[in-house]
């Protein structure tokens, strides 16, 4: 008997244990922590897809017609502004540069020898020279200085001529494509080289019209085709374009520097604030499989906190947080740790009440 009385005090010591941890087990699923629902700005990330783009891009030809005498670079070098790239044959202008210059020499010596015959009118007295004549004179040297005129007019001109036959750059640049070689004919506006500034390179997106209203202190980051980092970029403009696409043109920048080429993808995300509203961290959802979105809520009923399910209409999300649309207002207080088992009703311990 006694040995029977200490099996089932035993046994009872047991039973009690099981019960008492099965009570701790209950009591820890029902500890949960809680979060304030405030009123906080709406932050929409806006994806976007764009290019690289070279608004610093030149067609270089030529003015003058001729043909090519010399080609001083191949598709894919660097050059810097003013150097000679491209040169017509000069032959026949370089003659009538210096016939140019032979006339205007010419009218030089013409105009100082008219200007020594005023001076020496000037000296002698009105008594020994004919006012008829000193006219005369005064005459022929404004007629001297007139040619002389025209004919400094002519050698400036056969000057720009001469150097218009030679093609530079108009800025430092990169050369994408080469149209010509030495020895072809060429007429004034015909393509020769492409030049194209690589340091002003710009990222272009095509916005949805609806952002414009809601860019003001906008954030934008981009990130090049083939990369998984995420770069700060300064928005450059704005530009309008065809009213029936409902775009515009986003014209930016990226903060540091990152090597890019005409025409590599972009991607984009914009950031957008909004108007003001509730919204709960990622944690706090509960999706159901008929495509449904709740949180529990804890409520205060004298000192008992119980736990109810609210339906949401969720919206935009940012950095862990999503905006609640309906369902939601500030102060309610959200369940977002421990919302796994919950039941209507059930009361919970607050772990950061």
């Known amino acids: 008997m006694l040995s029977l009385f200490s099996s089932l005090t035993r046994l009872g010591a047991g039973a009690v244990l099981t019960l008492s941890l099965g009570a701790m087990a209950v009591a820890q699923e029902n500890r949960v922590e809680t979060q304030v629902v405030a009123d906080s700005p709406r932050i929409e990330i806006l994806p976007l897809t764009g290019s690289v ?102 050698y400036e001109l056969a000057q720009l001529q001469l150097e218009r036959h030679q093609v530079r750059a108009p800025f430092d640049g990169m050369v994408t494509h ?56 300064r928005t450059l403009a704005r530009i309008p374009l065809d009213a029936s696409s409902r775009q515009f043109l986003l014209r930016a920048a990226p903060e540091t520097p990152l090597e890019m080429l005409p025409g590599m993808a972009v991607e984009g995300r914009l950031q957008l604030n909004g108007e003001s509203g509730p919204s709960v961290p990622r944690d706090a959802l509960i999706r159901r499989p008929d495509g449904s979105v709740s949180v529990w809520l804890a409520r205060q009923s004298d000192d008992t906190w119980q736990a109810f399910e609210q339906r949401v209409e969720i919206g935009s999300s940012y950095q862990g947080e999503v905006a609640v649309n309906e369902g939601l207002s500030a102060g309610d207080r959200v369940i977002v740790v421990g919302n796994e088992r919950l039941e209507e009703g059930q009361n919970v311990s607050l772990s950061d009440d």
């Open 53 to 154: 783009s070279a608004p610093r891009t030149s067609l270089l030809s030529s003015t003058e017609a001729g043909q090519v005498s010399e080609l001083t670079v191949e598709m894919g070098d660097t050059v810097t502004q003013g150097q000679p790239l491209l040169s017509l044959d000069t032959r026949d202008i370089s003659l009538e540069s210096q016939r140019a210059r032979a006339d205007l020499a010419q009218a030089e010596a013409e105009r100082d020898e008219a200007q020594r015959l005023v001076s020496e009118a000037n000296q002698l007295s009105a008594q020994n020279f004919a006012a008829s004549d000193r006219r005369q004179r005064e005459s022929a040297l404004a007629a001297a200085q007139a040619t002389l005129e025209a004919r400094r007019a002519d």
């Open 178 to 233: 080469r149209e010509s070689n030495i020895g072809e004919w060429v007429n004034p506006g015909d393509t020769l080289l492409t030049l194209v500034d690589l340091a002003s390179l710009r990222l272009d997106f095509s916005v949805p019209l609806s952002a414009f209203q809601r860019f003001e202190g906008s954030q934008l980051e981009v990130r090049l085709e083939g990369s998984d980092q995420w770069h700060p970029a």
